[in-house]
């Protein structure tokens, strides 16, 4: 029987889409769901304390958001262009995949000009493809060394909020939407599940003896299109870049074989362990790009617990949950999250499933 995308629509009141993280992150609530016996319990992140121990090992995905979002004029016009970074397509003639909005007035040859606050020109861009309505490949005309390139880039750009957070940007959002692990650059948007852990709620981690291994997964906007497709195998996911390095691998499976615990800390690190797993379910090293889509039934072969916020009705992040969750069991803690006023989506509140 085939999975459907209709039966993952929920009807989610405008008021729980959070527009601000929670005063401290560990404090976020915690919907848990306990798969063998359907309970659900309600708890803060920082509960998550009782649910682990010494022989658990938990799987973050290191990526850091870069100020994607940039802001134009179009030449003669001077009509005010949205420019969303997607990637880097080549660095030696700084070539870049974008979006642009409105789209319409942007075509091949345009010239765009970025100004700093100041109204100093920093920057120039030229249109040289379409590739998809709103898609665009442009190149930067910047003869600099690559350091003022991409100091230039920090100076233009800004913290790319999804666009159902509806408040303008403020100064505390550089810091509440990266995690407090975020290093290596390369995400356009937050793995969000992440957002929740502190330092102080890590270190308490650590010394209760749970350990943690690192995974590099640079989300893209291919994880948040989109779907249109109702036979969700016919559904095609973006490619996004990642990597495992082999001490993340020996300490999977050396929890695996010590009958420990693996916690998935969001989507993006299930889909990157995912994507990398031997013919003896072992995790392996890997780097590359990855365009897995999860979707029921699916059989997980690394982590058998997950830490995931509440998404968004027919997204790939939802769909994936329910396949970990069971379609069921996932519906009726939607439902109980809608009637408890949980907050939704990337600053919203964190879910728990075992």
Known sequence: MRTKLSQFTFNLPKNLIAQYPSEERSEARMLVIHRSSGKIEHKQFKDILEYVNDKDAMIINNTKVFPARMYGRKEKTGAKIEVFLLRELNRDVRLWDVLVDPARKIRVGNKLYFYDKNGKEVLVAEVVDNTTSRGRTIRFLFDGDPAAFQAALRTLGQTPLPKYITRNLEPSDEERYQTIYAKEIGAVAAPTAGLHMSRELYKMLQIKGVNFGEITLHVGLGTFRTIDV??????KME??????????????????DAGGNIISIGTTSMRALESSVSASRYLKPAEGWTNLFIYPPYEFRIANMLVTNFHLPKSSLLIMVSAFTGHELLTEAYEVAIKEKYRFYSYGDSMLII
């Open 239 to 256: 490619a996004e870049y990642f990597r495992i390095d082999q001490a993340t691998a020996d300490l999977v499976n050396k929890t695996k």
């Open 230 to 235: 109702e036979d969700l195998s016919k559904h």
